[in-house]
């Protein structure tokens, strides 16, 4: 083959190759990247500092059991009752009944399967979502999980890029349409599937005391 037939071929490829990435790989990263919630449905809703630390006693106390359980985000070994937990944010419906909370946990890095040397700490980031109900929080875990990061203001802003940016790419389709910080988020399917679960979950318990028999719970 001709010098020239080779280096007509070779620019080709790389044109083709340029077109490929510009039209399906940027295009993709760009949709992932570009999905920040409109300046116009941006969630405006604030509360008073004492019912904030209220509701952030609240949550803490039913993390803390979760932790205890090892339930939900909480099932690694890794968490113990020295597991620090603190509660990053808050966001409020505009009726304040329903919230999600961004969570992060602090650990010893003795903790890890792989312990870093170099560091006393590490740290993991989560969100659940909540119901109000009366006196009390019904919490939700739907996440995403983050974890072994050295810094606690790296995590705070992990989390805060996966439930405020890209929260409406996390798979679930519908449900999933808005970021945590939009105040669209608040009406969307989401909170009907988690309504959907407690039904189901009330009707599994009262079976449960009715006729133990008949119920299997998987051991932990």
Sequence with gaps: MKKNQIVFIAVLLL????????????????FRKNTDTPTEYLNQTKIKREFYKKDSIEILSQLNSFLINHDDFFYSKAYFDSTELIIDSILYSSDFNKLAVLVITKNPTYRQLAPDKNHDWYYDATSYIGIRQNDTIALS????????????????????????????????????????????????PIWKEIEEKKIKRKKFEEEKKKHPENVYEPKK
């Design 141 to 188: 875990w739907i996440g995403p999980s983050l974890t072994n990061s050295y810094s606690e203001q790296d995590i705070s802003n992990d989390i805060r890029e996966a439930c405020f940016r890209t929260f409406v790419t996390k798979e679930g389709g519908e449900a999933y349409a808005y970021n945590m910080n939009d105040k669209r988020f608040w009406n969307c």
């Design 15 to 30: 044109l083709g190759l340029v077109y490929w990435y510009f039209r399906f790989v940027n295009g993709w990263m760009e």
